[in-house]
């Protein structure tokens, strides 16, 4: 469903298999080609620790700051498709992935359905999220 306004929102990116910064260039690209969505800014990318799950390599980490005039539900719609693409497998809840898309923080809307809650109910726990949108936010980033 299209909503008339933009709405500015913040994706979470990662990835721990393969080319983890190509899936994460790529990520970008084919997020900024969903229609009515635009990536504005992106955060520098961070190696994290995973946190919870099987044992698995590090990731790399970012932010980006997104314009939509997607509904919410339709851009996890899109950045899931994404993930798909990019040869994402859900076989074991927490564990490696080639690209990881989360939707963050949406406008000023708070959801809470079973496939998507906003904010993202973990952000304030992962450092590498809380860097990214402090950068975003002063404008020390890629566009």
Do not use: C, W
Not at 6 to 16: F, L, P, Q
């Amino acid at each position: 469903m299209m909503r008339n306004k933009t709405t500015v929102a913040y994706i979470g990116v990662g990835s721990n298999l393969g080319d983890r910064k190509g899936n994460i260039e790529k990520a970008r690209k084919l997020v900024n080609l969903i229609k009515d969505t635009s990536v504005k800014k992106n955060s520098s990318i961070h190696e994290t620790e995973p946190v919870g799950g099987p044992m698995q390599g590090a990731f790399l980490n970012g932010v980006m700051e997104i314009e939509t005039r997607l509904d919410p539900l339709r851009l996890l719609e899109e950045l899931k498709h994404i993930e798909a693409f990019l040869g994402r497998k859900r076989a074991l809840r927490n564990g490696p992935r080639t690209i990881d898309l989360d939707i963050l923080l949406y406008g000023d809307k708070r959801i809470k359905k079973r496939n998507l809650v906003i904010p993202h109910p973990r952000m304030h726990k992962r450092e590498f999220v809380l860097r990214g949108l402090r950068e975003i936010k002063r404008g020390q980033v890629s566009s």
